[in-house]
């Protein structure tokens, strides 16, 4: 029996693969596939498995009935299985050990790619929409600071590192994910094909609100209001504040995405310059120590986005009074549901 694993990276496509896995597990179980659990991925259960070795997972044995029941699949059911979780590709040399050794080995790994000058934007409007307050600015400074050591979310976007690491145990297959595929099935086609995968009826994914990109107007309004509901709100628990950022992209963000984009996120000015030096050794390891790549690798290099204009108004104490006037909007609403 064949086991693969999809390790991300993160922003690269991989919500979209896991999707067609997903709403096709029993089609894929006819053909002697097996995609694990009931949900779009498997990394509650890989957070199980691996408890701290993913450095943001504080509370691992909140994850082990998920564990276990993966593990359990793994050894007992007769099929070949694939398992995608991006929290995987965090992991260092021993964490990689260690999953490994969980799981009964495995005996490949696909891992896709986009270039850091498309990743690295939508890693921050993603961190706004989770609730995030920092500024792309510091955004992007912290990765600075995170890089040189291979520390916090630096290790999900460190694709070459990655790489490398992954490949001391198991060929690693890599995608490199255009920014304008040939066709619009293109990434799945060749997922499909390097993890071996059977064809597939149905690839057709709908509307992802939750992948919708903001511009930069939503993400700030958004990012002030991360900032200041504690204060507006002091009482407020976790369940609140999800509803909340639901509220704000379903009504106001996400009905506009098609015909009014606002500012597209791009990199900050300041760090133009660099990423072509964060970009080019990850690209040289890559190169290096994948078994085989599928896509232009030179893309990975190239910035076609350039950056945000440095003449861009710094936000304002008028978003927070925007932001606030959404919330007292989203109180009233609620109130009225109830009643």
Known sequence: MKKVLHIGQMKSGTTYIQNILCNNRKELSESGWMYPGDTLNQQ??????????????????????????????????????????????????????????KIGGADEVVVTIRSLYKTLPSAWQQSIKGGGGKSIYDFFSQLALQRPERLGF????????????WSKFLPVKAIVVPDK???????????????????????EIGGEHSNISLNYEAAEILRSINRNIRKWKPNANKKYLENFRSYYLNKFVFPVSDVKRGIKIKIPPEFIDDLATWSEPEVELLQKHAYSISGNVSCLELNEDGCLDPKLPKPTKILAEIGFQIVSLYDRESLLEVH
Not at 154 to 165: D, H, I
């Open 154 to 165: 630096w290790k999900t976007y460190s694709f070459g590192m990655t790489v490398k690491l």
């Open 181 to 203: 595929p040939v066709s619009k099935n293109k990434l799945w086609d060749d997922f499909s094909d390097f993890a071996g995968l059977p064809s597939l009826s149905n690839i």
């Open 44 to 101: 509650h259960a890989c957070y199980g498995i691996c408890g701290n070795d993913i450095f943001w997972v504080k509370e691992g044995e909140r994850y082990q009935a998920r564990a276990a029941k993966l593990i359990d699949d793994i050894y007992t059911k007769k099929k070949n299985i694939i398992v995608s979780s991006e929290a995987l590709s965090s992991l260092n040399e021993s964490g990689i050990e260690r999953f490994l050794e």
